[in-house]
Nanobody, 125 residues
């Protein structure tokens, strides 16, 4: 099995930065692709970014491109999401999710089998 655990959420002001971490443990090879999703209250999961931890492929949602950066430290089995220029509409619970590889359906939550419990990010105006 694979376990994912997020940390780094918090309350910040608009324009601030925040860095989320996702630690992958267990059979880490089953989570070579790790994505970040977010879920606003009353909404469905929204794709944010994904990374292929072995090949380095990175893909972003259009509304975070240029502000958010996903990266991976394979020695630490940790995936990061650096979030800059945060906006109130970025407020959500952020989840990391793992899959064996990035597929053409990388934006769909159903493409990822393993999920963390989430970390809350709140951006005040």
């Amino acid at each position: 099995q694979v376990q994912l655990g997020e940390s780094g959420g918090g309350l910040v002001q608009a324009g601030d930065s925040l860095k989320l971490s996702c630690v992958v443990s267990g059979r880490t090879f089953m989570a070579n692709a790790v994505a970040w999703f977010r879920q606003r209250t009353g909404h469905q999961y929204e794709f944010v970014a994904t990374i292929g931890r072995r090949g380095g492929t990175v893909l972003y949602a259009d509304n975070v491109k240029g502000r958010f950066t996903i990266s991976s430290d394979n020695a630490e089995n940790t995936v990061y999401l650096q979030m800059n220029s945060l906006k109130p509409e970025d407020t959500a619970a952020y989840f990391c999710a793992g899959a064996p590889a990035i597929t053409s359906n990388y934006e769909r939550p159903s493409d990822y089998e393993y999920w963390g419990q989430g970390t809350q990010v709140t951006v005040s105006s």
